[in-house]
């Protein structure tokens, strides 16, 4: 009986330690297996993704030139009014003076040109003349008695105008300015504006009696 019951723990014993049916739905928890399996080594040399492992590179993109082209070079300076450009015209403040009056005569100059440029006109270059109706001797000139040298060269606009005014003593007068002057009779008489070469057309006035 005894050695039946021991032989029968045995058997059960053995039985319980030799079970290795999974199939018989005893829970393995407790088995170590002897090699387990390498998971953490399979994620280190599995081949990477390369969408994870590193970025696609950014193209690079070359800079562009921001720099402005230069600007034109200045114009050049003005170059002096040919004659070609230059108008010369002398005005009369009345059509007529009584004898002994101060007529008042204007010389004008004018840039005719599309450009503007530079003329001299100073005091020596330009003068206002008289001369009796229908002849060219001078019977007064504005630079006969007044030597005055100046230097005036105007930038003259397109267009642009400077004048010169002076007063007439109604008296005649010579190069030099010697001490007879006498005053002219009543009469018809012409103005005439001159700079250096350049002449103007006369203007035609009169001296009346008193």
Known sequence: MIWAA???LGS???VKGASDDHSAGVPLANVSPSNPPPTGRLAQHGSPSSSA???SPTPSVAPTSSSSPPPPPPPPP???CPDTVTQVTATVGAPSYPVGSRPVFTLHITNTGP???TRDVSHQFRSLVVVAA???A???SSGDC???VTHEVPLLQPGQVVSYSVDWAGRTSAKGCPGSRTVVPPGQYALIGQLGSLTSGPTPFAMTPK
Do not use: H, I, N
């Open 146 to 148: 007044y030597s005055l």
């Open 134 to 136: 229908g002849t060219t």
């Open 78 to 80: 003005p170059q002096p």
């Open 53 to 55: 492992s590193s970025p």
């Open 6 to 8: 021991g032989a029968l």
């Open 12 to 14: 059960s014993g053995a």
């Open 115 to 117: 450009l503007a440029c």
């Open 138 to 140: 001078p019977v007064w």
